[in-house]
């Protein structure tokens, strides 16, 4: 699923901040082999490159997608395109966003609820 110029963005509602770090959190076995997230188990990604993931938690919540995107990186240009993308409106309670750069996520499954967190894939856009 890497693919270079591509962004994959996942909204949401979690708990609190150190909630979705520990949803993001990738590590390693004591053999050294890595660990995916519990995001990503969910989503059922393999892998992504975790350095050029972009997250953030909002004390307020939103729907509007182009203030919930405010701030990451390409904001000027992916905003407008996942604007376009996403034809519907979106539930008021987002206070969470997770951005995959260089990743086209091609899975099937959308939306999970993760120990009363909840995160919907929303989709991909070209950036660059």
Known sequence: MKKEGFVSLWVGNVQTTHELDRLLAV???DEGDFVPSIFAKHFEIRRYDDAVREAEYYEEASNDLNQ???GF???????PRFDTLVQEELPNDINAVVLLYNFKYTGEIVEATIQSNYLRFLGTVEYQ
Request: proline share 0%; charged share 30%; aromatic share 16%.
């Open 68 to 70: 919930i995107l405010e």
């Open 73 to 79: 990186s390409y904001d000027d240009e992916i905003a």
């Open 27 to 29: 590590s390693y076995s």
